[in-house]
């Protein structure tokens, strides 16, 4: 399974993007996905994560309201639309997967099998 992640760029604060992250493989379906975020010095955290189905989400506190994770499985695609970007949320973004047919969804990170590459998001103030 590969996973390559894009969408970020440079973006004034209140702005918006939208992360996309394709998975190579015939079952996406399967996999339950997430997106966290690692910014300089600091801890990689969980931003969202979705279950197979999309049908159940996850968001942390510091983005709800304003990340919504979405997923397309006949695109393998799962999405991060960001709005009101604030400067905080500067950080190298990552989708991650892991293989869980039925199943709910994974907050952990180190539950996580399969890594994409990254994707730098900067909000300028």
């Known amino acids: 399974v590969q996973l390559q992640a894009s969408g970020g760029g440079l973006v004034q604060a209140g702005g918006s993007l939208r992360l996309s992250c394709a998975v190579s493989g015939r079952t996406f379906s399967s996999y339950a996905m997430g997106w966290f975020r690692q910014a300089p010095g600091k801890e990689r955290e969980s931003v969202a994560a979705i279950n197979w189905n999309g049908v159940t989400t996850y968001h942390v506190d510091s983005v709800k309201g304003r990340f919504t994770i979405s997923r397309d499985n006949a695109k393998n695609t799962v999405y991060l639309q960001m709005n009101r970007l604030k400067p905080e949320d500067s950080a190298v973004y990552y989708c991650?997967?892991?293989?869980?047919?039925?199943?709910?969804?994974?907050?952990?990170?180190?539950?996580?099998?399969?890594w994409g590459q990254g994707t730098l998001v900067t909000v300028s103030s």
């Open positions: 991650a997967a892991v293989l869980k047919p039925l199943g709910g969804i994974v907050f952990e990170g180190t539950a996580y099998r399969y």
